[in-house]
């Protein structure tokens, strides 16, 4: 049988199953990229990463005074 094209399935047991959305402005995202590349890692990667060590270390407070 030929492949399809496209992504390749993932296994059940790696896949994430929610999805966040969050608006930056070029600049902002052009920052986090840098931040993921020095990194080594995807942005997705990195800004899970980043978002879940914030919100341990702040007691699940974080962000609030970035309004």
């Known amino acids: 049988m030929k492949k399809k094209p496209g992504r390749p399935v993932v296994p059940k ?8 959305s969050v608006r930056f402005s070029g600049d902002e995202r052009a920052a986090l990229e840098a931040a993921a590349a020095a990194a080594g890692l995807t942005l997705s990667a990195w800004a899970r990463g980043a978002l879940l ?8 407070d974080a962000g609030h005074d970035c309004l």
Do not use: H, M
């Open 53 to 60: 060590a914030a919100s341990s270390d702040s007691g699940g």
């Open 13 to 20: 047991s790696l896949a994430k199953g929610t999805l966040l």
